[in-house]
């Protein structure tokens, strides 16, 4: 129970209606923090603010999105710092997230977890440059073996090596 609660704390509050389709809005987990850190920095700049106006929340007050401001950047600084540490990232990223969730609005936050998720994706991915001549090859052993993929080709040849490896 006490496990529900916590997650439910840590949902992003709508602002306007909530969405009746589609995934809910998350905040910031622990294991983002690396790739999603910088990405935070860039966007929650006050140039930034003036480029993108739909993605910030509007304040009443003239003062209150720069204090905001400051709030947030000493939050990503010591929630840095201590996942740097390794330990007791929890309330740090908590807090962290009740700012995000505060200056960010529904729109906004859709667009920063889109890059952030494009950002993950390029990570998990590395380019390779080989010659044509080669990729024929490859395009022919895919085809001759039924292969969808140049990672499952790749993954297919890697996994016979060490078998004609020991052949010899």
Request: aromatic share 8%.
């Amino acid at each position: 129970m006490q496990k529900k609660i916590d997650n439910a704390g840590q949902s992003w509050q709508y602002h306007q209606q909530k969405p009746t389709a589609g995934r809910k809005l998350k905040l910031l987990e622990a294991e983002e923090l690396l790739v999603a850190l910088p990405l935070i920095y860039r966007l929650i700049s006050l140039a930034e603010v003036e480029k993108r106006k739909d993605w910030f929340c509007e304040f009443e007050k003239t003062g209150e999105r720069e204090q905001l401001y400051i709030m947030l950047t000493e939050s990503l600084s010591s929630l840095n710092k201590i996942r740097k540490q390794a330990n007791g990232v929890d309330n740090a990223l908590e807090q962290t997230n009740l700012l995000l969730n505060r200056y960010f609005s529904d729109h906004g936050w859709r667009m920063v977890r889109k890059e952030l998720s494009q950002i993950k994706k390029r990570k998990k991915k590395s380019h390779i440059e080989i010659g044509n001549d080669l990729v024929i090859k490859l395009k022919e052993f895919m085809a001759s073996n039924q292969i969808d993929t140049f990672d499952q080709a790749i993954d297919h040849l890697l996994s016979e090596y060490p078998k004609s490896s020991e052949e010899n």
